[in-house]
C-alpha cells in the first residue's frame, strides 16, 4: 500500500469494497491493519463472478444493476457528508472494480484516485526480475480474450504480461 492509501483510509468514515459471494476480499485483507473499529465498512458483494445467472439481462445486466446500486449505497454515504475510502487491489484504474464506481460517482462527488502497485509491477518486484528492458515491448492482454486474437498477439510482442487468468487458464495455456 502506498502512503497515500493509508493516509486516506485513515481520514474515512467508511471503507468499502468488493468482494465475491464468499465474502473475502483480497483488497480488505491488504488494508486490514488500518481499518480501524469505528469505520464503517461497506461490503459491495458480487451478485455473480464467473456463473451464469437467471438475470433478465444475464450476467452483464447482472452486473449493471449490481454497479448501480453499489454506487447509490455509497452515495448515501457521501450525501450524508461521510467520506468514504474505496478499497482496490493493485491500481483502482487497471482492472479494477474501482472504476465503475468512479464512472458512477466521480462527476457528482469530489473523488481522488489514489495510484497503486499493480499486481504486475509487484510480482516482477517480488522475482527481482524486469518486466522489460531498453526497447522491449511490454504489452497487457486480458486473459478473456478469444484464444485466436490472444495467440495473435503474444507472438507480436517481446514480453506479455496476461491477467484475468481464473477460469482462463486452460485455455491461455494453450
Not at 139 to 152: C, D, F, R
Request: hydrophobic fraction near 45%.
Amino acid at each position: 500500500m502506498t502512503v497515500r492509501a493509508v493516509e486516506v483510509i485513515a481520514e474515512a468514515d467508511v471503507v468499502a469494497y468488493h468482494s465475491a459471494r464468499h465474502g473475502r476480499s483480497i483488497a480488505r485483507s491488504i488494508a486490514a491493519a488500518h481499518i480501524r473499529p469505528d469505520h464503517v465498512e461497506e461490503a459491495l458483494v458480487y451478485p455473480v463472478t464467473t456463473e451464469t445467472t437467471d438475470h433478465p439481462g444475464g450476467y452483464r445486466g447482472a452486473l449493471e444493476e449490481f454497479y448501480a446500486e453499489a454506487a447509490a449505497r455509497l452515495a448515501a454515504h457521501l450525501d450524508a457528508g461521510r467520506t468514504v475510502a474505496v478499497l482496490a487491489e493493485g491500481d483502482p484504474l487497471f482492472y479494477g472494480s474501482y472504476m465503475h464506481m468512479h464512472k458512477r460517482l466521480a462527476d457528482r462527488y469530489p473523488t481522488e484516485v489514489v495510484p497503486g502497485v499493480t499486481s504486475v509491477s509487484a510480482a516482477a518486484a517480488r522475482l527481482g526480475t524486469p518486466l522489460v528492458e531498453g526497447e522491449e515491448v511490454l504489452t497487457i492482454l486480458p486473459g478473456t480474450l478469444p484464444e485466436e486474437e490472444l495467440t495473435a498477439r503474444l507472438a507480436a510482442t517481446d514480453s506479455a504480461v496476461v491477467m484475468k487468468l481464473g477460469r482462463t487458464f486452460p485455455a491461455v495455456r494453450r
